[in-house]
Nanobody, 124 residues
């Protein structure tokens, strides 16, 4: 069983930056493909970014390319999402997720483990 705990969400002004963290339990973190998703009020959960188990491969949804950076530190069992030039439309609950048996994953249905989420609010 994998437990994921997100942190770092808060209220920030448009144009500002935040770094989210996702801490994972267990010794197999370095074998998991990881990802970030978000869900805004009244909307479906959407894919934000994904990273391979090694950290060598990353993938982003178009709306965050050039502004967000996903990374991981396997020695610390932690994944990060650096978010720059934040916009009000980035406001959402951000979730991290882990997938076993994949190199890199973009579909939510392929992730087996999810965190509880952290709220990011961007004011205009």
């Amino acid at each position: 069983q994998v437990q994921l705990v997100e942190s770092g969400g808060r209220l920030v002004q448009a144009g500002g930056s935040l770094r989210l963290a996702c801490a994972a339990s267990g010794r197999a973190f370095s074998t998991y493909a990881m990802g970030w998703f978000r869900q805004a009020p009244g909307k479906e959960r959407e894919f934000v970014a994904a990273i391979s188990w090694s950290g060598d491969n990353t993938y982003y949804t178009d709306s965050v390319k050039g502004r967000f950076t996903i990374s991981r530190d396997n020695a610390k069992n932690t994944m990060y999402l650096q978010m720059n030039r934040l916009k009000p439309e980035d406001t959402a609950v951000y979730y991290c997720a882990a997938a076993v048996g994949y190199t890199i994953v973009v579909f939510s249905t392929d992730y087996q483990y999810w965190g509880q989420g952290t709220q990011v609010t961007v004011s205009s």
